[in-house]
């Protein structure tokens, strides 16, 4: 439960530095946000991508589809090099995401993937994809539930 944007948002970066620190390497770290219209999912990844070590400012990639962004070697050694943050709301069919090579990115190990409506690609995700549901309560108020 967190009750403003900012607690949103470290949610996201503390959950992106146990991702980092998990020691996971055989396959991508995939992130399925699932969530209406404003319920933070954008603002979670902003969060998110602080935690990663990303000083870009993270919007959403509603028009592009799909952006890519470098993650920061730190002090804590991690395995993971890629940042891509996919929004399929305009998507129109699963084949542009195709094109792009979305079944090679989710399947590298050294990428951490964070898809925003991702009930557009679904057989496209693993069994091992992290869902992430968005429930807005209130003005302020989000409710995130995290399933491994």
């Known amino acids: 439960m967190t009750n403003s944007f900012q607690e949103t948002q470290k949610v996201g970066e503390d959950f992106a530095k146990e991702i980092l620190t998990s020691g996971l390497k055989n396959s991508a770290v ?6 209406d219209l404003g319920a933070g999912k954008t603002t979670f990844l ?3 991508a602080k935690g990663l070590g990303i000083k870009e400012k993270i919007l959403s990639p ?3 589809l799909m952006k890519k962004f470098k993650i920061v070697q730190r002090l804590t050694l991690h395995y993971f ?3 891509y ?3 399929c709301y305009r998507l129109e069919n ?6 792009l090579g979305i079944k090679e990115i989710i399947s590298d190990p050294k990428n951490i993937v964070a898809i925003e409506w991702p009930e557009k690609i679904k057989d496209l995700l693993s069994k091992n994809t992290i869902e992430i549901k968005f429930n807005h309560l209130e003005e302020n108020k989000r409710e995130l539930t995290i399933s491994r």
Request: glycine share 8%.
């Open 81 to 83: 090099k890629n940042f």
């Open 62 to 64: 509603t028009f592009i």
């Open 94 to 99: 699963k084949e542009d995401l195709e094109m």
């Open 30 to 35: 995939v992130l399925a946000l699932q969530g």
């Open 85 to 87: 943050h996919i929004d």
């Open 46 to 48: 902003q969060g998110f």
